[in-house]
């Protein structure tokens, strides 16, 4: 998207350096069990202010007196947590690459999340490209002013806090077998904190603790990776570990209920530019006429599970729960890399820190390319550049 920098990039591009580059991200870490791209973006300025703009408009809603109150039908019971805070720690939020209808490259808005992402694995992974690819110092990954040692500090402080390192968690259900290992592992390197599985911990009363080296280590604070659904099969999920819906002494960051609040569920309230129109199904009295410029998605999913593209009358009429169910607008992403294999599609995620007694801050980003259907590595099997990446900006 900067074009001399893609001409650049694209004319040193060697197999060899995109091997260096996968073997240099795995070590010390771990194996990598998702698709690299073999480039990063390059966002010109133009585009940066307006997801930038783009983003501050999410926050405006996010920070309304009554969004609590818009959101709270979002939970479902079966998962709620009690003790929640009064804002998430962590703010995603996921933009398109489209262009208007002047050519001009704009941010459409995907999905949202009040969730911990990659946090320490993108820092890691734009190191990476920085150091094998030459990536030009005038360029940066990072947001607001911040540079490395500022943004580790800063995800230090909100993750960590006062506390000591090894009393602050890193929890996830079979945490040593999830596929975000790797970025489970560079944040316990970047800030010391433990890695611990829901069904390790111990629960006495409402004080929790983990078992490191033969010695019964207190949990203060849990950095939370667990997403309910992810269990919701299992009615056993718990039975080795505790049950995050008990009561307990922690504190968490961020709080189980915000992964519902900020969602699919928020975005029926957000009207904007940067938003395509998106309502409730169980609130359209009259289908559009052009469903074919439609997606239907369910509310309580993740990893694109569930989203239905070629949306027809009777896939609307054969739901019966349409209160979980949204109908948004498509959007068509630009061709905006262009890569040796061809065209490829953009989405870019801003990612926010929100420390307590502060204000939400965008701190990073993640990148994704595409030559799929879809966004996401199961549409877009057997493709080359394309996959999970970092962008540098202007």
């Not at 591009?13 to 390059?42: M, W």
């Not at 998430?88 to 933009?95: G, I, K, M, R, S």
């Not at 074919?292 to 054969?318: C, H, R, T, W």
Request: charge should be negative; hydrophobic fraction near 40%; include cysteine.
């Amino acid at each position: 998207m900067i074009p001399e920098q893609r001409i650049r990039f694209n004319a040193g591009f060697s197999q060899e350096n995109y091997n260096t580059f996968l073997k240099n991200v795995a070590k010390d870490t771990c194996s990598i069990p998702f698709r690299l791209a073999e480039t990063p973006v390059f966002i010109p300025r133009q585009l940066r202010l307006k997801l930038e703009a783009a983003g501050q408009e999410l926050l405006s809603l996010i920070r309304r007196p009554d969004f609590k109150a818009l959101t709270e039908r979002a939970i479902p019971e079966q998962w709620r947590v009690p003790d929640e805070n009064e804002h998430p720690h962590f703010l995603a939020f996921d933009f398109a690459v489209c262009e208007d209808e002047h050519g001009e490259l704009i941010p459409q808005l995907i999905e949202m999340q009040g969730f911990p992402s990659l946090y320490g694995f993108q820092q890691h992974l734009a190191d990476d490209y920085r150091q094998v690819y030459g990536i030009e110092d005038g360029l940066t990954h990072l947001f607001g002013g911040l540079d490395r040692d500022r943004y580790v500090a800063l995800l230090r402080k909100v993750v960590v806090g006062d506390h000591l390192p090894e009393e602050v968690v890193l929890m996830d259900t079979k945490a040593q077998e999830q596929k975000t290992l790797v970025d489970f592992l560079v944040t316990q390197q970047l800030l010391g904190i433990g890695i611990v599985a829901l069904e390790e911990i111990i629960k006495e009363g409402k004080k929790l603790f983990y078992v490191r080296g033969g010695r019964k280590i207190p949990i203060r604070r849990i950095y939370n990776r667990l997403i309910f659904d992810e269990i919701a099969a299992n009615p056993h999920a718990f039975d080795a570990g505790f049950d995050p819906r008990l009561e307990t002494d922690v504190e968490w960051i961020t709080h189980p209920n915000w992964f519902y609040r900020i969602s699919k569920f928020t975005m029926p309230f957000l009207k904007s530019s940067y938003v395509p129109e998106t309502r409730f199904l169980h609130e359209i009295s009259f289908l559009p006429p052009d469903l074919e410029n439609y997606v239907l998605k369910p509310l309580f999913s993740f990893a694109g599970m569930g989203v239905q593209i070629d949306v027809k009358a009777e896939d609307i009429q054969a739901i019966d729960d349409p209160q979980n169910w949204i109908l948004q607008r498509k959007v068509f992403y630009a061709p905006a890399v262009k890569s040796p294999a061809g065209d490829v599609k953009v989405e870019i995620r801003l990612l926010y820190l929100w420390p307590d007694g502060g204000e939400p801050q965008l701190c990073i980003n993640l990148a994704r390319l595409s030559r799929g259907k879809m966004i996401g590595v199961r549409y877009n099997q057997n493709f080359d550049w394309v996959g999970g990446t970092v962008a540098f900006m202007e």
